[in-house]
């Protein structure tokens, strides 16, 4: 089945402490891009990237880092969280290099930090 | 800088009833405009995407338009039913060169009443 799966699903965490999302989609899809979302302020694009080991930042790229050294995975790295980073976080993919064609979602990471 | 706007932010409809979603959109310089469905604790299912030369997309009772000069999108959805009650989101994807990314509205809540 094709498909973007996100681990874990839900995370509770204390500010500072690093933590990893992952992302892996087996479409062999290129381009690859994290949202945050919020309430009011819709989907906001945190990193995307069009290929093996080109990323480049979104709308809201601080305190965010990422990674793609396999095509399929795209990791999501909090360094040091903050409480401003609680969200609702979705990684999405697809064909092609810039992000024109349908674009498939994972199921969401819900984060909370304290 | 593109704006998306979702006018109602909620509806609620008896079963049966055709309905309309609208979406505007402030550059009229997109490359495509897309209409996505989130339902809770699921990630967003693309729904319809519509090239920018096109004026209109159609998949089984859902019907999508575009009208790039008025900057209005709307999502069609005839003889609705209550699995259809879900969050809809519309994105507008923009010329960018490299940076292409899509500009989400903050959705419509649909419920659809049996």
């Known amino acids: 089945e094709a498909q973007v799966t996100q681990n874990p699903r839900y995370l509770i965490t204390v500010t500072g402490k690093k933590l990893t999302v992952t992302c892996s989609q087996n479409m062999n899809h290129e381009y690859m891009s994290w949202y945050r979302q919020d309430p009011g302020l819709g989907l906001r694009q945190i990193y995307y990237s069009m290929n093996v080991e080109v990323t480049d930042k979104g709308d809201v790229p601080e305190g965010y880092k990422v990674s793609r050294k396999e095509k399929r995975n795209f990791p999501l790295i909090l360094e040091s969280p903050s409480p401003n980073q609680t969200s609702l976080y979705f990684c999405?993919?697809?064909?092609?290099?810039?992000?024109?064609?349908?674009?498939?979602f994972g199921p969401g990471t819900r984060l909370l930090v304290l | 800088k593109q704006e998306v706007t979702q006018i109602p932010a909620a509806l609620s409809v008896p079963e049966g009833e055709n309905l309309v979603l609208n979406c505007s959109f402030t550059d009229s310089a997109i490359y495509n405009l897309q209409w996505f469905r989130q339902d809770p604790g699921k990630g967003l299912t693309s729904l319809l995407l519509?090239?920018?030369?096109?004026r209109e997309q159609t998949s089984g009772r859902l019907n999508a338009s575009l009208d790039k000069s008025s900057g209005r999108s709307t999502l069609y959805i005839a003889a609705s039913q209550p699995g259809d009650s879900a969050t809809y989101l519309c994105a507008a994807l923009n010329y960018g060169g490299a940076t292409n990314k899509l500009i989400f509205g903050t959705g419509t809540l649909l419920a659809v009443q049996p």
């Open positions: 519509i090239q920018s030369s096109q």
């Open positions: 999405a993919s697809s064909w092609g290099l810039a992000g024109r064609e349908t674009q498939y």
